[in-house]
């Protein structure tokens, strides 16, 4: 007897778990019908939340406790039967919940032009510093005036264009501050033609 009442409080979590779980699209239920097997069958859970099951037709099933829904069954098929059918309703399965969305790197772009090997738009990461976009660029050809760089931004209050002339060397060197500056979407790096005499 004492094994019985244990056994019964072990399920007791599982009853009440059943009771307040909502029925959701996607779930597969296993609906019996004890007094007509023929009935008896898996449904699924349609995207909108519904079922559909004979001489019912379409139930929305979305939210429902099993028994809740073994109910509307019963009542829908009540007629066909002499006395009132026993219904049960299961849940047997459970989608998979979606692994969430892979979160992607965020990028931004900025525009690399004249005198480098490799001009164009470039996806790089937030906080890209000019130098580390050069070097992205592929470097300079051998035309370039490393010596008037220019890094051009637009203020976005203003909608002015600032324009910075920076010298590579001085950069390379450590002696410039510029290189180490942090570009921002839409900066425009523009490394000019050399003169004829520099």
Known sequence: MRALVIALSL?????????????R????LRIEVAEDEAMSRDVLVLPDGT?????VGSVRARGMSTQQLASVIRNGIAGDYA???????????IPEPKPPREVQKQVMNIYLM????????????PGVTLLQA?????????FAATKRVQLRRIDPASGQEKVW????????RGGLAGGNVRLAEGDVVLVPERGLFE
């Open 11 to 23: 399920l007791a979590p599982v009853a009440a778990l059943a009771q307040s779980y909502g029925i």
């Open 25 to 28: 699209p996607g779930d597969t």
């Open 51 to 55: 079922i559909s099951f004979p001489t």
């Open 83 to 93: 006395v009132p059918p026993t219904v049960n309703v299961a849940v047997t399965a």
């Open 114 to 125: 004249g005198e480098v090997a490799s001009p164009g738009v470039k996806e790089v990461s």
């Open 134 to 142: 050069l070097a992205q660029g592929g470097g300079f050809t051998e």
């Open 165 to 172: 002339m920076l010298d590579y060397s001085q950069m390379a």
